[in-house]
């Protein structure tokens, strides 16, 4: 942090004449970057739409209001199966990254050089497909319904809770194993006693953060068939019933806030 | 010496039996009903496999060049909108994120970023997507729009968060030399938040990328619209190249960003 003298006062400056003048060509670059990058989509728009759409927007407003409020109930079943996919989505994407987070994890895999990148495969693959896609593939071979949401959520899941865990378990304290090991611990035993309690806040945390993330997801995966809402959600839009539409936006918002709620409390109490 | 064997055993998880039990009742209470209101159709997912099978079969041999250009043209167009979505929202949760900070905001302040945020981390991108095609009509307009409203419940979100952890003590010393609230921002808080501000932005470049993806196909242009363009034909073979194509772009665009944000720490 240089001071500098100009003629006859001194100032004082963030950065030197060098640093100011890098500062200054990223900022240069980075803005030539994104006018060249938005000149390439503003020249895929049709710009009257986009300057016509606050009259678009208001005109839904007006036919989302008043909402269909009878319709609610008739979405109970829905969100249930929602919260369900979910749920249970969350609980099989958990269970099956156990095994593939130890496999892939430095320090507890059976071999380097041939299962751990296996394993490391099936977590990236897992993690680079959307739940969309996923549904979209599943809905194709199970039918549509509750059960393609579910696999899809869990397939989706591994990769996401298998990355986290993994690297959980690489951090964990040698020496806690080692003390059991002293003690004539077979390979089990060390799993159970040394690497698993010191994993278990972890676990606990990854999957509540995946359930969260996965209520959101739930409600989307219906969009091309796999139940939950967004299977109303599409029909309603469908059908563009507006009214009934901003119902289930408001069902979407009120599951959400209360999964966020839920989880909050739940890791204040185990944490 | 007594010949009592003293057995060890591991704690429970649950200190309270009366909880332990009550929270398995719950649990399996929760499955039984989630089992018999959920219908499976069996009798559809035996007819399924075999179709499932020809389904997959239908992506092999992936076929990248007779639509090579579209697959190109369409990789572009998501980049170009990532790029643009991931700066314009950072842009935007600038001032939400100190909005949503406890210890710089007012109450009032405070409660409408919160509000925000909320509301952006509510809807999945492709629900948004949904209305701003509507709205904007097709193509990578509308698609960058999402994007960038979706960034802004993400990072505001996170960077809010470090805001408030960020070290009084030395915002003070700045407020102390008289400084207005823009210095005291700039000079005080800012240098504090930055490395995880450049940490989040790349983190949030790769998950808008993967979001690009999906969002083409409700109309939102890139790679997505591609991709349903190719299963709308039925040239699954098209689809199956898109799809690796994705997925190795994804794990390229992940590997930069986690070795970067590492390089940064």
Redesign the interface.
Known sequence: MPIIKQKDYKTWK?FDRKRDLQNWLCWFL?TL??SF??G???S???WF??FD?HN??LD?LGRMFPPETNYFFTLI?PI??TL?IA??GTTIGTLISIPLAFLSANNTTPSKKFIRPLALFCI??S????S??WA??LV????P???AGIIAIGLRSIGFCGKLLYEAIEEIDENQIEAIEATGANKAQIMT?GIVPQILPAFTSISIYRWDINI??A??VG??GAGGIGIE?DAQ?GGLAWAKVSVI?LA??VA??FS?WITAKIRRFIL | MNDKKVIWKRKPLIKNRLLRIGLILLISTYLLSVFLTTEIDWQRILEGIPRGKIFIFAFFPPDFTTRSDEILAGIFESLWMTIVATIVGILISIPVSLGAAKNIAPKFVYFLSRGVITLSRSFQEVILAIFFVKLMGFGPFAGMVTLSLSTIGFFAKLLSEDIEDINKSQAEAIKSTGSNWFQWVNYGVQPQVMPRFIGLSLYRLDINFRESAVIGIVGGGGIGSTLNTAFDRYEFETAAAVLIVIISIVMIVEYTSSHLRKLIK
Do not use: H, M, P, Q
């Open positions: 963030k980075g970057i994104f990058c938005f390439l989509i503003s895929k728009t049709i739409y986009v759409s678009e927007a839904l079943k249930w199966d369900n749920t249970i990236v693959s993690r680079s497909i959307n969309v896609i979209l593939l194709a071979v199970v039918g319904g509750v059960l006693f959101r997801e409600t989307v969009l091309v959600l839009i936006l979407i918002v959400v806030v966020e």
